[in-house]
């Protein structure tokens, strides 16, 4: 989505009037929400210095101009586009970062700066020469137009109120100031980025290159699945953004940091779909690069088993295996075996270990104690057992407990559900885990649609998996698993949608989501937490209804069979609270189900109420 789109002349003709309502009007028009301010103060100062720039004789009046573009599959947006081609008459797109900094501070840290941002407090974050060159590799990694069109990408930052200090350019940045040029405040620097401008864009295109990049097709070629096999040589072969490369960063300073000094940990946490599962591997690979003893951690199977056969490549799996360890594995280790541990989906350790968890003391504690920083990656929404027991604040008391010096960073930003931090918001408020600004779905912020029978459902899912194997269905575990026993056994009976499947929990083990017949079939929490697909099919069971506008738990409808509230009744008479918890526990697990989409989520419910009332919020303002 590019929010403004037009050409020099166009652009020009807006800027000497109020560019930024202009640019306000057409962001109402395209996502149905005002613009908020700080966006609006942002549009005012950048773009009116921006014109000043492009008004230049010599850059073709035709050459397209487009402001605001939404990354594919993220929330992050591109400041500026300008597009046309070059003497050659290949075609370019310059990718302009464009900030009000006047000032900044050095960090060690690789590709991060400390500045005010946004108006707030100081922080970290990517430089804005890393981060113009880490969005157009994000473009040319996810837009179809862009790879296949052999457009060339042309990244630059302009800080129009930065007068050169020696630290937004010091040496330590230079590998990126090299890979997109920095322009700052003045009339030298003007001419500058207007010479690097006409360097690329010699004859405009009437900014037809923007409307391929906005209409083309979203295609991820640097996904964790297809680039995960090169990261072992320390190739990583996706770009992380913004929060995703301070948490990287931040990451392996601290292992640094406890090899001579004292213990570190360091809590992440992030909703689905922000990128925890990335840095996880990211880190893992650059560790084991540098020569670290490194394991990556998880109490499920299904991720360490996605990632080990991705990351095999050519390998046996063997030379890979040592890298991937169960949470509950630790609890015999010596101290400070290892020099990193990175465990991914924490929320889900347990407190104790083994098949019939009586072994070891607390699994926080032995991985704490296992090595000389850890890292959590947590969100404390995705708990969806009564065994669950790692959330943030686990994490917290544990790491004072034992002493440990403790970092906490957040991954605000997701790119799974199309990138919509308002799909999310609906979701929540819709399943009654929080109440947000969102209870209806605006059009366009999702592809969500809600179906008649799980019947149908399971019919388009598997149309849409056709094409590169990235669709599944899944269902909450309120029926037996009848074919466990019996191979021919039906397991999910739904005899009024004409529906009869088989859970998929053992016959492709932890990799159900990878294997190509499995989409036959249907998984559950257990097989697909932690992991995603282009599209998801979702059927609400019995144990989550809609009432009198409202949803209502009801976990006598969970199977027998599922130990995720195993032993719930006994519990809720003994202590007061517990039915909360149990009830969180329901909604959390459909909330993970309907995250697990990059693209698209489908739903259907046994219940007709319930389909009607999620019919009705998600096509409200339609």
Known sequence: MIIYSGTRASFLKDADGFIEDRVADAYLKATGH?????????????????????????L??????????????SSKRIDLLLTGHDLDDTPHLVVVELKQWSDCRVSEKDGIVIANRGGGAEREGTHPCYQAWSYAEALQGFNEAVYEGDIRLRPCAYLHNYRRDGKIDDARYSDYLARA????????????????????????????????????????????????AGMLAGNREFVLLDEQKVAYETALTLAEQSVAGPKQVLLVEGGPGTGKSVV??????????????????????????????????????????GLFGSSGSFFEVTPDSYDVLV????????????????????QVKELMQAARCSVFFVD????????????????????????????????????????SDAYLAWLDHTLGIRETANPTLEPGEFQFDVVDTATELHERIIGLN???NRARVVAGYCWDWKSKKDPRAWDIEIPEQGYRRQWNLDRDGSLWIMAKESVQEVGCIHTCQGLEVDHVGVILGPDLVVRDGCFVTRPECRSKMDRSIRGWKKLVKEQPGAMARVDRIIRNTYRTLMTRGMKGCLVTSTDAETREFLRQSAKSGR
């Open 466 to 468: 056709a094409t590169a």
């Open 60 to 73: 073709p009046d035709e050459m397209g101009v487009g402001i605001e573009y939404q990354i594919p599959q």
């Open 34 to 58: 005002y613009a908020p301010d700080a966006e609006f103060r942002s549009w005012k100062a950048s773009l009116v210095e921006m014109a000043k720039v492009l008004r230049d004789p010599a």
């Open 343 to 362: 465990v991914d989906e924490a929320h889900r350790l347990n407190v104790k270990s083994g098949l019939y968890g009586n072994l070891g003391e607390h």
């Open 380 to 419: 404390d929404a995705q708990v969806v057992t009564l065994a669950d027991i790692g959330e943030s604040g686990e994490i917290v008391e544990w790491a004072n407990r034992l002493g440990i010096g403790l970092t906490r960073l957040d991954l605000p930003s997701q790119f799974r559900c199309g990138g």
């Open 280 to 321: 996880a591997i990211n880190l893992v690979s650059e560790l084991t690069r540098r020569r670290k003893l490194a394991k990556y951690v998880s109490k499920n199977a299904a991720p360490r088993a996605v990632y080990k056969q991705k990351l095999r490549g050519h390998r046996p799996l063997i030379v890979i295996d």
């Open 181 to 228: 040029p920095l322009f700052l405040h003045g009339l030298e620097e003007q001419e500058k980025l207007r010479a690097f401008i006409r360097r690329h864009i010699h004859r405009g295109d009437r900014a037809e290159l923007l409307y391929r990049i906005e209409h083309g097709r979203i295609r991820p070629s640097k996904q964790l699945a297809d680039a995960v």
